[in-house]
Every structure is written in C-alpha cells, then in structure tokens.
C-alpha cells in the first residue's frame, strides 16, 4: 500500500531524507513539517515547529499520514514517539520512544549502558555542582587532554576538551555555572581516546539491525581541522580507514551488543542509532549515541544507499527488518557545507543566494538554513546548504562538490577548501 509520509525538521539531514524518501515506489505523499525551501520542491511543507507536538499530530490527523520520520534530536528526547502512538496507535512512528531517546539525552544513562552491556568506550564518572571536589581529584587521576561532556543536549556543542588540569578545572566550573544551561547540570568527565573518528549508522526494529554506509564528518571551522567546533563543515562516505576488518569489529563488538541491549532492557527501539567512534590503533571504542541521523553525513549516506529507503523504514516499523537488504552504491560521496561568515560566531543572516539552480547540475544541493523572502532563497542560518557530489573514487567526488561549490555565492558565504584531503593518504 502507498505511504504517506511526514519528516520532521528543517535542515540539510531532513532535505537529504526527503530526497531518498521521495524516489520510493511505496510513496503516496510526502510532507516535511516545516521544511524548508529544497524540501518544497519534491514534498508539501507544512508551517509549524517540529517542536510543536499538537501541530505535528494536527498534520497527521489532516493529512492521513502513515508514518512519520523524525529528524533531529529535541523533539525525540522530549518524547515526541510516546505522544503521537498514544493518539495514533497505528501509525509508523521512526524514532524511539522517550526511554531510547536517553541514549542522546544523558550522556551518563549512554554511558551506564555501554558499561552495563560491555560496549568498549572510555573511562569515565559522572558528576554534579554538589561533588566538584571529587570531579576534580577524578581529573587529576586521567591522562591530558581532558574531555568534559555536559549530560544533557547542548546543540552539539557541549564537549570541550582542555589540554591542562588548570584550564579543566576552570572549564568545570564553567559548565557548573551554567556555561551549556541545564545541560551542564551534570558532567561527564571521560579518558581521552587517541585515535581518529567516525560514524557508524544503523536502522532497527529494536532486535534487528541494517549497518547504514558508514561516514565521516569535519567538525572545526578552519581548514586542518583548526578553530572553533561547529555543526560540522563536511561529510565523506565510505571512509578509507574504516574497512572491512574494522567494520566487522564494530558490527561484532558494538552494534550488536548495543541491539541485544536494548532489547534486554525492554526499550522498543525503531529508528537509527548513529555510533559516534574512534577507531583507537583498529579498535573501535563508543564516544556518544545519537538517536537519530547525523547532520552533515546524512547528506552524504543518502546518496549511497541504491536500495528503497521507504521500504526499509516501513520493515523497522513493523518489526520485519530481518528480511531486508541494504544495497549500497560503491560511489564515493563528499560533502561540502556553505556557512554564513562569522559562524559559530556572531553571523548575520538573510543575504539572497545566487547559483543554487547552476550548482545542482548533477550533484545534491541540500538546504540546511534558508527560507524563501520576496521569492528568494536567502540564508537564515549559520550552515546555510551542503553540497554533496558523487564519483568513482573520494578524489572525484571532491573535485566535483568543489567545482558546484564554486558556483554559490551569498554576502560572506564561507567554506573549507580541504573536506577529505586528511584521507587520501589512507587510499
């Protein structure tokens, strides 16, 4: 039977899920609650916040829907599953519960589950303003740098790492005092782990898994990885380090035991589970869950995946997802995200784009923050679009990203000029 399908969010991920989404042969309609300008052109956006769930069961309640994909995080944590099974209890809801959702929420329930289901991750203890002496007698037992984690959601920004004990210690109290709001009320301080990062991606069934192509993002402003932590500047899939002895340890190692945990611990879990990695020396250790897909990598991942998204989906929610097959394209996909200038800093916003349309010819341009003005496309956010390429090889899909890169232009617009160069000795 033809689904009619919701995504919740705005942004590039839910652009580049839309965009799969929209190539199924199970598609009836498709609705993006709100969307955003890219989103327009192959579904019905719908004005209201993802955060507003009355609004987000009115539209389902109006349109039908069959199921609903939800894209960021917030909404997740805050239990926004929970609501709409309880008012719809047939409805296809991609995305845990309240419960699963805590793998993001709070760094320490992840990371008591990690220890309890024997996951490899690194050291660490939780603490609150009332025990920052002890926090502080725990730091000065690790090893430099420093990771502090704030438990809760910070938008991707709440892990600083400092490379003394002095700057650790004034970073705590920082945190302590509100520095990431509610979310720091509780910090985790972690073993730091020597190694280099990536992103794993799963779909379940909360028993059976499909590994997604696996990714790897840019995360600092500056070319070299250098300056201030961001949303994330560029994505690269598959990753030239993470290879079949290596993913294997993973799929072993992590992800089923992660699987058959939440199954032990009786939380339903239907939706993706993105495994934040370090491959220390070729051995994977867990650095966070997220509970949904990762945001710039999705725009990459969705252009890999040659097999039916919706199809997929529509399995993990009914619970049949033994039976599916992922098939996946041996292109490589690269990445690259505009910025308004000055972002993760103070930028301004709403200068109208030029070349979206002469950029698009034969590569993906995802909008992560614009809206429409007069008729416009003009920016409304510090990552404005991702631009996502593929091609036989990491080198040819670089080239081609940066070359449809070269065609957008807004006031200030910036970008890094080195997405996947760390790589290619790995090739």
Same mark, same amino acid.
């Given at each position: 039977?033809?689904?009619?399908?919701?995504?919740?969010?705005?942004?590039? !991920?839910?652009? @580049?899920?839309?965009?799969?989404?929209?190539?199924?042969?199970?598609?009836?309609?498709?609705?993006?609650?709100?969307?955003?300008?890219?989103?327009?052109?192959?579904?019905?956006?719908?004005?209201?916040?993802?955060?507003?769930?009355?609004?987000?069961?009115?539209? *389902?309640?109006?349109?039908?829907?069959?199921?609903?994909?939800?894209?960021?995080?917030?909404?997740?944590?805050?239990?926004?599953?929970?609501?709409?099974?309880?008012?719809?209890?047939?409805?296809?809801?991609?995305?845990?519960?309240?419960?699963?959702?805590?793998?993001?929420?709070?760094?320490?329930?992840?990371?008591?589950?990690?220890?309890?289901?024997?996951?490899?991750?690194?050291?660490?203890?939780?603490?609150?303003?009332?025990?920052?002496?002890?926090?502080?007698?725990?730091?000065?037992?690790?090893?430099?740098?420093?990771?502090?984690?704030?438990?809760?959601?910070?938008?991707?920004?709440?892990? *600083?790492?400092?490379?003394?004990? =002095?700057?650790?210690?004034?970073?705590?109290?920082?945190?302590?005092?509100?520095?990431?709001?509610?979310?720091?009320? /509780?910090?985790?301080?972690? =073993?730091?782990?020597?190694?280099?990062?990536?992103?794993?991606?799963?779909?379940?069934?909360?028993?059976?898994?499909?590994?997604?192509?696996?990714? /790897?993002?840019?995360?600092?402003?500056?070319?070299?990885?250098?300056?201030?932590?961001?949303?994330?500047?560029?994505?690269?899939?598959? *990753?030239?380090?993470?290879?079949?002895?290596?993913?294997?340890?993973?799929?072993? !190692?992590?992800?089923?035991?992660?699987?058959?945990?939440?199954?032990?611990?009786?939380?339903?879990?239907?939706?993706?589970?993105?495994?934040?990695?370090?491959?220390?020396?070729?051995?994977?250790?867990?650095?966070?869950?997220?509970?949904?897909?990762?945001?710039?990598?999705?725009?990459?991942?969705?252009?890999?995946?040659?097999?039916?998204?919706?199809?997929?989906?529509? @399995?993990?929610?009914?619970?049949?997802?033994?039976?599916?097959?992922? =098939?996946?394209?041996?292109? @490589?996909?690269?990445?690259?995200?505009?910025?308004?200038?000055?972002?993760?800093?103070?930028?301004?916003?709403?200068?109208?784009?030029?070349?979206?349309?002469?950029?698009? =010819?034969?590569?993906? *341009?995802?909008?992560?923050?614009?809206?429409?003005?007069?008729?416009?496309?003009?920016?409304?956010?510090? !990552?404005?679009?991702?631009?996502?390429?593929?091609?036989?090889?990491?080198?040819?899909? @670089?080239?081609?990203?940066?070359?449809?890169?070269?065609?957008?232009?807004?006031?200030?617009?910036?970008?890094?000029?080195?997405?996947?160069?760390?790589?290619?000795?790995?090739?």
């Amino acid at each position: 039977m033809p689904l009619k399908v919701l995504v919740l969010g705005s942004g590039g !991920r839910e652009h @580049a899920i839309a965009w799969k989404i929209s190539q199924s042969e199970h598609l009836e309609r498709l609705f993006c609650l709100p969307g955003n300008p890219g989103t327009s052109a192959i579904a019905t956006n719908i004005a209201a916040s993802a955060d507003d769930f009355a609004a987000v069961a009115a539209a *389902v309640a109006e349109n039908n829907i069959d199921m609903v994909v939800v894209g960021p995080e917030n909404p997740l944590v805050a239990g926004i599953t929970d609501y709409l099974k309880s008012r719809f209890p047939g409805l296809m809801v991609i995305g845990p519960g309240a419960e699963g959702a805590r793998l993001e929420g709070s760094k320490e329930f992840a990371k008591d589950f990690m220890s309890r289901h024997g996951i490899p991750t690194a050291a660490y203890r939780s603490f609150t303003k009332d025990t920052v002496v002890d926090a502080k007698a725990f730091l000065k037992t690790l090893q430099p740098p420093y990771v502090l984690k704030a438990d809760g959601l910070a938008a991707g920004k709440g892990v *600083v790492i400092p490379d003394n004990l =002095q700057d650790a210690y004034n970073e705590l109290d920082e945190m302590f005092s509100g520095k990431f709001g509610e979310a720091s009320s /509780k910090v985790v301080i972690e =073993q730091f782990l020597k190694g280099i990062e990536v992103s794993v991606f799963v779909l379940t069934d909360g028993h059976n898994y499909l590994i997604l192509p696996e990714a /790897k993002d840019y995360k600092r402003i500056g070319d070299a990885d250098t300056g201030l932590n961001t949303g994330g500047m560029g994505a690269v899939s598959p *990753v030239p380090f993470a290879g079949r002895e290596f993913m294997a340890k993973v799929e072993e !190692r992590i992800v089923k035991p992660t699987i058959a945990g939440l199954a032990a611990d009786g939380i339903e879990y239907k939706g993706f589970i993105f495994i934040g990695l370090m491959n220390c020396g070729g051995d994977p250790y867990v650095i966070e869950y997220n509970v949904r897909m990762g945001d710039p990598e999705t725009e990459s991942v969705m252009t890999r995946i040659s097999s039916d998204l919706l199809e997929h989906l529509e @399995a993990a929610a009914k619970g049949h997802l033994a039976s599916e097959k992922l =098939q996946v394209s041996d292109q @490589a996909a690269v990445t690259v995200v505009v910025v308004s200038g000055g972002y993760p800093g103070h930028y301004v916003s709403g200068y109208p784009i030029s070349g979206i349309q002469e950029a698009s =010819q034969g590569v993906n *341009v995802y909008h992560m923050g614009t809206k429409l003005s007069d008729g416009k496309v003009v920016s409304s956010g510090g !990552r404005v679009l991702a631009v996502t390429a593929n091609g036989t090889g990491m080198k040819a899909a @670089a080239a081609k990203a940066y070359e449809a890169v070269a065609k957008i232009d807004f006031n200030g617009c910036y970008h890094r000029s080195d997405i996947s160069k760390d790589l290619e000795k790995y090739l």
